[in-house]
């Protein structure tokens, strides 16, 4: 998902999307341990947290990430 937001910002036609659905897929993938995962139900991964964190940035609802949990994961 993180390459296909940075593409639709990098070319100004992120205003468009549906970005309520990029954040409910975001969501469902928070885990418990302050991660996130590649979808809801799978463990969390360093590389998925990043790019979670990376779309979140970009789409600016920065406000949805649990700073403590993540530094702690």
Do not use: F, P
Request: hydrophobic share 40%.
């Amino acid at each position: 998902m993180y390459w296909c937001v940075s593409a639709l910002d990098i070319c100004n036609s992120l205003g468009g999307q549906d970005l309520k659905r990029v954040v409910e897929i975001i969501e469902g993938a928070k885990n418990e341990d302050g991660g996130y995962a590649c979808a809801a139900g799978n463990d969390s991964h360093l590389l998925q947290t990043l790019c979670a964190i990376q779309v979140l940035k970009i789409i600016d609802r920065m406000d949805l990430i649990d700073v403590d949990s993540v530094v702690k994961y």
